[in-house]
């Protein structure tokens, strides 16, 4: 592995950051981070992250990405709702495991997206890597619904879409990205390590 050429494209991919992707990197770190606290902030800094994506994104003309962060953005609404209106006698909305149907509607989220992103990519796009473009964006509309409704899994899924998004965008050329992804990885690890004990904590005292 060239190393001086992984840390050229980091130097060159920091050089050509505009501020507003900047502002939009910061703030997706800041949203991992809260979630990882179960803090309501994960989803204001959330909305302006995807907001500035969703802007980046059609001026790029990456007008399939503009889509994944619209749909990003309104699943952050829908969970900043969720989150700020447990059941009725619950003081938050607790952190838990899926239950079987959770794992069926995930599981089927999962298939359905792919197939349809596979086909549209596949079909109506010069893209490269459909196999794999496909499955990091499926499993990431996964992520983003199971941390809405405050499940464990919801990490398992980001970690899965971080893993094969380092290589993903590695072999694309974007190494800052890459590395951005790696460092999302460790945040998700440790927020699936906090979510778990959250859990227990939780069950305890239910």
């Not at 050509?16 to 502002?23: C, G, K, V």
């Not at 380092?166 to 974007?174: A, D, E, I, Q, T």
């Not at 951005?180 to 390590?193: E, K, R, S, V």
Request: proline share 2%.
């Amino acid at each position: 592995m060239d190393w001086q050429w992984i840390m050229d494209g980091f130097v060159a991919g920091l050089q050509q950051m505009s501020w507003l992707e900047a502002i939009a990197v910061i703030f997706g770190i800041l949203s991992v981070f809260f979630s990882m606290r179960e803090n309501i902030w994960v989803y204001p800094t959330g909305i302006i992250s995807t907001l500035i994506y969703v802007w980046i994104c059609l001026e790029v003309k990456l007008y399939a990405d503009m889509g994944i962060n619209a749909y990003y953005f309104s699943m952050s609404i829908f969970g900043w709702y969720v989150w700020t209106h447990p059941k009725e006698g619950k003081a938050v909305l607790p952190v838990t495991w899926l239950k079987w149907k959770g794992w069926v509607y995930a599981i089927a989220l999962l298939l359905v997206s792919y197939g349809v992103l596979y086909f549209v990519l596949s079909k109506f796009t010069d893209s490269d890597v459909p196999y794999w473009d496909s499955f990091t964006t499926s499993s990431a509309f996964v992520g983003m619904y199971l941390m809405a409704k405050k499940k464990v899994e919801n990490w398992i899924a980001w970690i899965i879409t971080d893993l094969v998004s380092v290589p993903l965008y590695f072999y694309k050329g974007l190494v800052l990205t890459s590395f951005q992804f790696f460092f999302f990885t460790i945040l998700a690890t440790l927020g699936l390590i906090a979510w778990i004990k959250s859990a227990k904590s939780y069950a305890a005292g239910a």
